[in-house]
């Protein structure tokens, strides 16, 4: 079955950098897309980062620029590069998959919760001001 773990939370100070891992087993890595989500305490599970099978990318308007999503196929290892971190970062991040090139109606859905199946238990971030 698919398992998705996350590593790499902690806790950083303001401006400070983060590189969060997401290694899957239980299916053909490179034939997923994938994304990367978090959740704040009172608040509803937002899209962060999304890449399809081909490697396009996307990425939420709260961390362009300061986010990179990234994989490895041979690894079967999402990565989450998180660099100027602030303290509204602060959430708990997790990854997520699904098969297949892309979701239906494009790369702006690979931030939807509701295109992808498969998810992990997440990562705690948490960044001091």
């Known amino acids: 079955q698919v398992q998705l773990v996350e590593s790499g939370g902690g806790s950083v100070q303001a401006g400070g950098s983060l590189r969060l891992s997401c290694a899957g087993s239980?299916?053909?890595?490179?034939?997923?897309?994938m994304g990367w989500f978090r959740q704040a305490p009172g608040r509803e599970r937002e899209g962060v980062a999304g890449?399809?099978?081909?490697?396009?990318?996307t990425y939420a308007d709260s961390v362009k620029g300061r986010f990179t999503i990234s994989k490895d196929n041979a690894k079967s290892t999402l990565y989450l590069q998180m660099s100027s971190l602030k303290p509204e970062d602060t959430a708990m991040y997790y990854c997520?998959?699904?098969?297949?090139?892309?979701?239906?109606?494009?790369?702006?859905?690979?931030?939807?919760?509701?295109?992808?199946?498969?998810w992990g238990q997440g990562t705690q971030v948490t960044v001091s001001s």
């Open positions: 997520a998959a699904d098969v297949g090139r892309r979701p239906a109606g494009g790369i702006s859905n690979l931030l939807r919760r509701y295109a992808y199946n498969y």
């Open positions: 890449i399809d099978r081909d490697g396009l990318r």
């Open positions: 239980g299916y053909t890595f490179s034939s997923y897309y």
